[in-house]
Every structure is written in structure tokens, then in C-alpha cells.
T-cell receptor, first 112, second 111 residues
Framework: DSGVTQTPKHLITATGQRVTLRCSPR?????VYWYQQSLDQGLQFLIQYYNGEERAKGNILERFSAQQFPDLHSELNLSSLELGDSALYFCASSVGGTDEQFFGPGTRLTVL | GENVEQHPSTLSVQEGDSAVIKCTYSDSASNYFPWYKQELGKGPQLIIDIRSNVGEKKDQRIAVTLNKTAKHFSLHITETQPEDSAVYFC??????????FGPGTSLSVIP
């Protein structure tokens, strides 16, 4: 158990819908990262927050947005969902910016 | 921008043999190089990392070597066991920049 929690574990929805994925980092970690992993694909970095502020941005689609709240938990919002958005979404946390990242168990999103 | 290449993409070894996976990166400003192991159905987990002020780091059967001049670092697993079978990812993150992971190496250890 990494100490990072993600909810929900599984999510099935239809095209055009909007979903919210939630992540709680390890106690004491200030950085939260979001990744997308499609079937048999690598880890695609989406976005990083550090202590409530956006720190770095990857190839995150405009339909996707994220935020980190004062209690340091983070949410990833995916809207106007398409079939191609079906993937595993991982959240990770770390103490700072270039430290060991602890990954959560992931949320499996299926768009039908 | 940063680019991380990883080879080989798949690797099959006999139990007890050694496995080596190599990563190359493009940004000379990178100074932290982790290796993650992802087992089926789980999130990646750090197995070893190295910072640019050392050339080699070892932890039991696992070692990482770094060549900053050539901009590559390698994961070495000795005396491989079936439980080493997984996908391995390298990364070269920098503060304030996007995190780029290598494409992954699927390692199979044949009993």
C-alpha cells in the first residue's frame, strides 16, 4: 500500500459525459501528479500540482482539467468524453518536485 | 523538450540470468533518474533511483548505473526470479517541468 488513495476504482460511462476522479496523496506529500495509461501503453504525464499550484503541464487535453485543494487532495475532471479516453488514470504524490513518486492503485475509466 | 528512450521494449531471460534495461535522455539538466516496476493491475512502484552526483547505486539484486556524459542510465537485475516479471519504466524528471517516462520494458523471467 503506497498511501495514495484513488476513487473510484472503476468507472463506466458514455461518450459525451463528464466524470471526476479523486486522489488523496500520502500524508505530508505536497506534490500530486496525474497520468494516463492506455492499454499496453506507457505512462503519459498529464499535470502536476504542488501545494495547490499548478507546477507542470503535459499533453493534457483541453477537455481535461485538474485542481489541488487546500487539504492537498486533487481532482481530475474529464469532460465531453470520447471512446479514446478509456484508460487507467493514475495519481501519484511526492514530497517535492524531483523525489520518489508514490502511485495510487489507479482508476479504470471505460467510455462506451 | 525532454525525450526518454528505453531499450529493449521486451526482454525474456531464464531464471537466474541477468537482465539489463537501458534508458537515454536528452536534457542534460536532468539530475534525478528513477526506475519503476509495474506489476499487472497495479500502479508503478519505485525500485531504485540515482542522482547525478553518483555513478552507481546498488540494492541487493538491483543496481542502476549512470553515465551523464553519454546521457544514459541502466537498470541491472541479477539472479532474476519469476517475481521480477513486470513492466519497468525509467524517467528523467526535472523540477517544474513535465515528467517524461520511457515507453517501458516488459520483462519475462522464465522458470
Amino acid at each position: 500500500d503506497s498511501g495514495v488513495t484513488q476513487t473510484p476504482k472503476h468507472l463506466i460511462t458514455a461518450t459525451g459525459q463528464r466524470v471526476t476522479l479523486r486522489c488523496s496523496p500520502r500524508s505530508g506529500d505536497l506534490s500530486v501528479y496525474w497520468y494516463q495509461q492506455s492499454l499496453d501503453q506507457g505512462l503519459q504525464f498529464l499535470i502536476q500540482y504542488y501545494n495547490g499550484e499548478e507546477r507542470a503541464k503535459g499533453n493534457i487535453l483541453e477537455r481535461f482539467s485538474a485542481q489541488q485543494f487546500p487539504d492537498l487532495h486533487s481532482e481530475l475532471n474529464l469532460s465531453s468524453l470520447e471512446l479514446g479516453d478509456s484508460a487507467l488514470y493514475f495519481c501519484a504524490s511526492s514530497v517535492g518536485g524531483t523525489d520518489e513518486q508514490f502511485f495510487g492503485p489507479g482508476t479504470r475509466l471505460t467510455v462506451l | 523538450g525532454e525525450n526518454v528512450e528505453q531499450h529493449p521494449s521486451t526482454l525474456s531471460v531464464q531464471e537466474g540470468d541477468s537482465a539489463v534495461i537501458k534508458c537515454t535522455y536528452s536534457d542534460s539538466a536532468s539530475n534525478y533518474f528513477p526506475w519503476y516496476k509495474q506489476e499487472l493491475g497495479k500502479g508503478p512502484q519505485l525500485i531504485i533511483d540515482i542522482r547525478s552526483n553518483v555513478g552507481e547505486k546498488k540494492d541487493q539484486r538491483i543496481a542502476v548505473t549512470l553515465n551523464k556524459t553519454a546521457k544514459h542510465f541502466s537498470l541491472h537485475i541479477t539472479e532474476t526470479q519469476p517475481e521480477d516479471s513486470a513492466v519497468y519504466f525509467c524517467a528523467a524528471p526535472k523540477v517544474g517541468d513535465k515528467v517524461i517516462f520511457g515507453p517501458g520494458t516488459s520483462l519475462s523471467v522464465i522458470p
